[in-house]
């Protein structure tokens, strides 16, 4: 018996002795080894990442609690065993499982902005962020005289959080159909301490909110056609399809958003929408607006903007 249990633990030590647990040693070994892996499974980087180095970097950094913009000094750095499994069971659960790296690591960035985000929630990310930089301008003439602000779709509560910031005297709403997203906006508000500038509330579009009215509103609703969820790459199917699918066209959310927002804008009030490469749905749509296309660095006509007096009644 005893002879076995040694053959047992030898055959153990020699798995390890062997691959990537016992042969990558330093941070720089484990990085190619990632960046390999993940080439080799085809992964998709959509989640605010471009490409797998990029990635594995992000992943590997944050797994060992090392700062996220310091990998030159730590690259030669050996790796303990214990590190080893942790490194490793991240890599395959990204290269296997498909999951998005922003699940993995249990937070998402935009700009320098960090937010908790889980399955709960899409992954942050929107052209927002740089368009709300300036305050929103030139749509926006003062930033400081916006008094009350919506982010319509609030998922996370990431853009209502941007808003915040972008408009220091404005209370700010973010709503959402989902309970489970609220509850992660909750956990975001707190952290930035914006608990009393930013309510959170659950509304289906504008059924929530009759009666009020904004300088500004803003949405990242789902617009996903039916063909494009049908081809969706794997690490789509992680977020919640309420987020993502937005009927035959895209533009289920967008049509009631259009419908309803002149009722709910101040006199001079803004719309803006982002509904990613559908701007030839929306225009087919909409024959009679005439919508402003906006430009931001990650991309042209992503989003659009209409002011109150342009919107249907």
């Given at each position: 018996?005893?002879?076995?249990?040694d053959?047992?633990?030898?055959?153990?030590?020699?798995?390890?002795?062997?691959?990537?647990?016992g042969e990558?040693?330093?941070?720089?070994?484990w990085?190619?080894?990632?960046?390999?892996?993940?080439?080799?499974?085809?992964?998709?980087?959509?989640h605010?990442?471009?490409?797998?180095?990029?990635?594995?970097?992000?992943l590997?950094?944050?797994?060992?609690?090392?700062?996220?913009?310091?990998?030159?000094?730590?690259?030669?750095?050996?790796?303990?065993?214990?590190?080893?499994?942790?490194?490793?069971?991240?890599?395959?659960?990204?290269?296997?499982?498909?999951v998005?790296?922003?699940?993995?690591?249990?937070e998402?960035?935009?700009?320098?902005?960090?937010f908790?985000?889980?399955?709960?929630?899409?992954?942050?990310?929107?052209?927002?962020?740089?368009l709300?930089?300036?305050?929103?301008?030139?749509?926006i003439?003062?930033?400081?005289?916006v008094t009350?602000?919506?982010?319509?779709?609030?998922?996370?509560?990431?853009?209502?959080?941007?808003?915040?910031?972008?408009?220091?005297?404005a209370?700010?709403?973010?709503?959402d159909?989902?309970?489970?997203a609220?509850?992660v906006?909750?956990?975001?508000?707190?952290?930035?301490d914006?608990d009393?500038?930013?309510?959170?509330?659950?509304?289906?579009?504008?059924?929530?909110?009759?009666?009020?009215?904004?300088?500004?509103?803003?949405?990242?609703?789902?617009?996903?056609?039916?063909?494009?969820?049908?081809?969706?790459p794997?690490?789509?199917?992680?977020?919640?399809?309420?987020?993502?699918a937005?009927?035959?066209?895209?533009?289920?959310i967008?049509?009631?958003?259009?419908?309803g927002?002149?009722?709910?804008?101040?006199?001079g009030?803004?719309?803006?929408?982002?509904?990613?490469?559908?701007?030839?749905?929306?225009?087919?749509?909409?024959?009679?607006?005439?919508?402003?296309?906006?430009?931001?660095?990650?991309?042209?006509?992503?989003?659009?903007?209409?002011?109150?007096?342009?919107?249907?009644?």
């Open positions: 018996m005893s002879d076995l249990h053959d047992t633990e030898h055959e153990h030590e020699h798995e390890h002795q062997h691959g990537p647990l990558l040693v330093t941070l720089r070994d990085l190619r080894y990632a960046v390999t892996r993940f080439n080799r499974a085809g992964l998709f980087f959509g605010g990442c471009g490409d797998a180095y990029d990635e594995a970097v992000w590997l950094l944050h797994t060992l609690s090392l700062p996220l913009d310091r990998l030159e000094p730590f690259l030669d750095a050996c790796i303990t065993a214990d590190e080893r499994e942790s490194l490793f069971a991240v890599i395959e659960r990204r290269a296997a499982e498909r998005p790296a922003a699940y993995i690591t249990g998402a960035w935009l700009g320098d902005f960090r908790q985000v889980d399955e709960r929630v899409i992954v942050p990310r929107s052209f927002f962020a740089e709300l930089e300036d305050g929103f301008a030139p749509w003439d003062d930033a400081e005289r009350a602000a919506l982010d319509l779709c609030t998922g996370s509560g990431c853009l209502a959080i941007l808003m915040a910031h972008a408009f220091p005297n209370q700010i709403v973010g709503a159909l989902s309970d489970e609220l509850d906006a909750r956990a975001n508000v707190s952290d930035y914006l009393d500038r930013i309510e959170l509330l659950k509304s289906d579009v504008f059924d929530g909110l009759a009666g009020r009215t904004f300088d500004l509103i803003i949405s990242n609703p789902p617009y996903v056609t039916a063909d494009a969820m049908a081809t969706l794997p690490e789509y199917l992680h977020e919640p399809h309420m987020a993502l937005a009927g035959e066209d895209g533009l289920d967008v049509r009631r958003l259009v419908a927002a002149k009722a709910h804008l101040s006199p009030g803004v719309l803006a929408v982002e509904v990613g490469h559908n701007r030839h749905l929306v225009e087919e749509a909409f024959p009679d607006l005439l919508p402003v296309w906006l430009s931001a660095k990650g991309g042209d006509d992503m989003v659009f903007v209409l002011r109150a007096d342009e919107l249907p009644e």
